[in-house]
């Protein structure tokens, strides 16, 4: 399905005698640099109904104008799979992704994903980059996502990721009792010898931080909060495990399950059979890319990590007495 685009501005003064893909870029901030560009190549964003190049000058007054059919960005078809919506508007959807579920298509999943169902959900999102994806939770990893529904507030959202100003809230389950909370900020890139893993690299890592504050001890294990500041590939999973609290259900970098010393038979069960990395994500706020204001969403903790805590509140619990 394609769609139409047909806007147009005015040069202002300010903008006097600069070349045309820089004051593009401000009277369409919408869109991105290299999308404008593009544009302009095409003869699709014309000035004074004529098409010119990307450096040449234009002048107060001159009308740019875009009039473009956006192609469709993917070719993934939309399948028939159910969405939790948290919220929906006409440029954002706010949705809590189960775990299980894959994010978009890819080697091994080249259906059956959320992108699939989203598609499904609105055809036109097919005229996104990745569908309108612009963040994602591993496949294992349950909770609160945000999708973009049009061009301009994927690029606004875009950009407020690269910014660092969105904030994400995660509820973790670790191995191991600690004593209070922390950063780290470790840099992560591709593991050495493991190319589907990822890891902790001081010598050509990206930048990683990760905030974490402890909300329920127990004997053996801890229920944190994690806040991040970078979005790197499996980032709390890493982080977590380089500090050797790896989190519960991780067989990737926690390694086998860690049965403590005289556990119940409903504890141990719960720990070797504990499906995925108990991580969930919980909060999301950013700034909505039409109104300007600051929005928050919530979603609920996934039941199967509702169970895993109840348990370890009752066959695990901190004893401060016998633990130290």
Request: hydrophobic share 35%; proline share 6%.
């Amino acid at each position: 399905m394609t769609q139409k685009l047909e806007i147009s501005a005015v040069v202002p003064a300010e903008l006097d005698r600069d070349r045309l893909d820089q004051v593009a870029a401000q009277l369409f901030s919408d869109y991105s640099r290299s999308r404008l560009q593009t544009w302009i190549k095409k003869g699709e964003l014309r000035v004074d109904g004529e098409q010119r190049r990307t450096r040449d000058k234009v002048f107060e007054g001159n009308r740019l104008s875009i009039n473009v059919e956006l192609e469709p960005e993917v070719s993934w078809e939309g399948q028939e799979i159910a969405l939790d919506i948290i919220y929906e508007d006409e440029c954002i959807l706010v949705l809590n992704k189960p775990a299980g579920l894959v994010v978009h298509p890819g080697a091994g999943n080249p259906d059956g994903t959320l992108v699939n169902a989203l598609l499904n959900h609105n055809e036109s999102m097919a005229n996104l980059p990745r569908g309108g994806i612009v963040h994602r939770l591993d496949k294992e990893t349950s909770g609160i996502m945000v999708v973009a529904k049009t061009l301009p507030a994927h690029h606004h959202l875009v950009n407020q990721l690269q910014k660092r100003t969105v904030k994400r809230e995660y509820c973790a389950v670790c191995v191991g009792t600690m004593t209070g909370g922390g950063t780290v900020t470790e840099p992560i890139g591709r593991h050495p010898k493991q190319r589907k893993m990822m890891a902790v690299r001081v010598l050509g890592g990206k930048p990683a931080i990760t905030h974490y504050r402890l909300q329920t001890r127990f004997a053996n294990h801890t229920r944190i909060i994690v806040n991040l500041e970078t979005g790197r590939t499996h980032q709390i999973r890493v982080h977590m495990a380089y500090r050797k609290y790896p989190l519960i259900g991780d067989p990737v970098y926690g390694g086998r399950p860690r049965i403590p010393k005289g556990a119940s038979d409903e504890l141990i069960t719960a720990l070797r059979t504990f499906p995925r990395q108990a991580l969930h994500a919980q909060a999301l706020q950013l700034i909505h890319p039409e109104s300007g204001e600051e929005v928050s969403f919530e979603c609920p903790i996934a039941d199967d990590m509702l169970e895993l805590l109840a348990i370890l509140e009752r066959e695990d619990p901190y004893l401060p007495n016998d633990v130290y």
